[in-house]
């Protein structure tokens, strides 16, 4: 089936992947950790790429501003809209909670479907003069539940109209009058994104209604079978305005995504293990793309969309899709297969994108970054490669954004070591040329969180931070003062000043006892990793004097009860 699941080579030898310390000659430029990177797609499915107005684009936009959009306005916000309001409120008018598990009755399904019609005048006055619909919608009996991409707010529109299904909605929906009877009068299964439980329940309302499904069909085939025995009856059309038994449409997806890919779809439509009808929808377009993502609020794109004089629309109703044996037993393997088969029609990739994603862009454009600045990443491939959760993520991501004064999306060299309050060094920039893996002379966000996941794996390794820490511990007492990380960082960064050193040795010594502990030494390189690159690469370069310097000082400690040091060897500590 094409599925996306192919995993970077690994080396026959793992100890040597990791063997030699980032930055170090032997190595090269580049750290093993970002190259061995899996390639994905590198589209971001989050992005409109017309919300920015061209000079025409704004002259348009003006013109039917003070035309056509006004009277599209007033007619569906002010007409259509509480008439729709008016009808989904008759249709539950004096039902109870418990009432809506059952059917509903006959002339309340004639109500809905009433509505349902007024939908459709809705989004011909929206422009969507006519929807391309290719294909047809199965029955309840054949597959109870559709599967469909979703893009915008016009997809819940054309099925509301098209089937008037059940649909699943995340709960914050039921605060809003409109919605809150339609959502009713659909018989909607809520959810809540934030809460574990919420989602649990959620699947287990699709399972029931799955299994509804099924034990209807079984008894609907068991009574025409039974009628064919007895006399072929006709068939009663009398009841076709609006079906009894609503299917159920899952947007698998969980969120809005743009038309360039089709990002993860979650487990909760395929665990029941029945047959979907897969909907492939599109939104073809010259001047707006209607789709609902980050940083389009639903106010901007709806005038947007009231502006276009014809919106267009297609659907495609794939035939069901029957899982095998082996996608009943796995909901992930089923849930794949169904997407590929609907990118397919759409002939556009697939991503591991997901709504945590969407949550995580927000995050990075409430640090002004550009959201684009992810697009190389999605967090499925992040936890589960490099090892991330998503509470470091959100660290590193603030860390990033104050590296990037410019909120570019990108640092320079300057930026970089402003940040870590280093003067420029050999060090630094062998540093910064590792991460820099495309050798653009920035560090884009892909780099710098890879660069960061393998040294901070290097950090796990007790033994070789407690190595590091010697470096600076030179008398062996088991803590480092401010004058012995000076002299040590002086020897690599000829420019740092005392002041610079200071701000460095706060930030490790959290106790502010004036001494940094083996503790608080490994905490501080574990937030901030590529202090400890630079340490190896540092010791890498100058074992040879640090084991000079070494032996002296030893031999200094063996003779202080009134020896001297020989002048040979004053002299090279002197040098040195």
């Not at 690994?10 to 950790?33: H, I, L, Q, V, W």
């Not at 109500?111 to 391309?132: E, H, K, S, T």
């Not at 012995?484 to 740092?496: D, F, P």
Request: hydrophobic letters at 40%.
């Amino acid at each position: 089936e094409g599925r996306n699941t192919r995993s970077p080579e690994t080396p026959a030898n793992e100890d040597e992947r990791f063997s030699t310390p980032p930055g170090s000659p032997k190595e090269g430029k580049r750290s093993p950790r970002v190259d061995s990177m899996p390639s994905i797609t590198g589209v971001n499915p989050f992005i409109n790429s017309t919300v920015k107005l061209t000079t025409f684009g704004w002259i348009r936009t003006i013109i039917a501003s003070l035309t056509i959009a006004w009277i599209r306005a007033i007619l569906i916000l002010f007409i259509l809209l509480p008439l729709v309001w008016i009808l989904t409120k008759i249709a539950v008018s004096g039902l109870k909670p418990e009432d809506f598990e059952k059917p509903l009755a006959k002339w309340r399904r004639n109500v809905i479907y009433a509505g349902r019609m007024v939908i459709r005048v809705m989004l011909f006055v929206w422009g969507v003069f006519w929807i391309q619909v290719t294909g047809k919608p199965a029955s309840y009996e054949e597959a109870s539940i559709i599967v469909s991409n979703h893009i915008s707010w016009f997809d819940v529109l054309y099925f509301a109209y098209a089937e008037c299904p059940r649909y699943v909605s995340r709960k914050e929906n039921m605060n809003m009058p409109l919605v809150r009877d339609m959502l009713l009068a659909f018989k909607a299964i809520l959810i809540d994104r934030t809460s574990h439980d919420s989602k649990k329940s959620a699947v287990q309302a699709i399972i029931d209604h799955a299994q509804q499904a099924q034990s209807h069909a079984e008894q609907k085939k068991a009574q025409r079978k039974a009628n064919g025995q007895k006399s072929k009856k006709p068939r009663n059309n009398s009841d076709r305005t609006q079906p009894k038994h609503p299917r159920l449409i899952v947007f698998p997806a969980g969120t809005c995504a743009n038309q360039r890919a089709l990002i993860s779809f979650k487990q909760g439509a395929f665990i029941p293990g029945v047959p979907v009808q897969p909907v492939a929808l599109s939104y073809p377009f010259i001047h707006f793309d209607p789709c609902w993502v980050n940083g389009v609020s639903i106010g901007f794109a709806i005038w947007r969309s009231f502006c276009q004089f014809q919106n267009y629309m297609t659907v495609e109703w794939l035939p069901v899709y029957h899982p095998t044996e082996a996608e009943k037993l796995d909901p992930v393997l089923y849930a794949n297969h169904v997407r590929e088969r609907i990118a397919r029609r759409l002939n556009v990739p697939v991503t591991e994108h997901s709504f945590d994603d969407v949550r995580f862009q927000f995050e990075a454009m409430k640090l002004s970054l550009p959201p684009e600045t992810l697009t190389d990443l999605d967090l499925v491939h992040l936890k589960n490669f490099v090892h991330i959760n998503e509470e470091n993520l959100s660290g590193i991501l603030k860390r990033f954004s104050k590296i990037d004064e410019k909120h570019k999306g990108k640092f320079n060299y300057e930026q970089f070591i402003k940040a870590l309050g280093l003067p420029p060094s050999e060090e630094t920039q062998d540093l910064f040329e590792i991460m820099d893996t495309d050798e653009d002379g920035t560090v884009s966000w892909r780099e710098y969180v890879l660069g960061l996941a393998f040294w901070s794996e290097q950090v796990n390794d007790e033994s070789k931070v407690k190595m590091a820490f010697q470096l600076f511990d030179r008398k062996n007492s088991g803590r480092i003062d401010e004058d012995a990380l000076y002299q040590v960082l002086r020897g690599a960064y000829a420019g740092l000043t005392k002041e610079a050193c200071a701000s460095i040795f706060e930030k490790a010594d959290k106790d502010g006892n004036g001494w940094i502990e083996f503790r608080e030494f490994w905490e501080f390189l574990k937030a901030n990793p590529e202090y400890y690159s630079m340490i190896l690469n540092f010791q890498n370069r100058y074992s040879d004097r640090l084991s000079t310097i070494s032996s002296i000082e030893s031999s200094s400690n063996n003779n202080s009860s009134g020896g001297t040091i020989p002048s040979s060897a004053a002299e090279n500590k002197k040098q040195d």
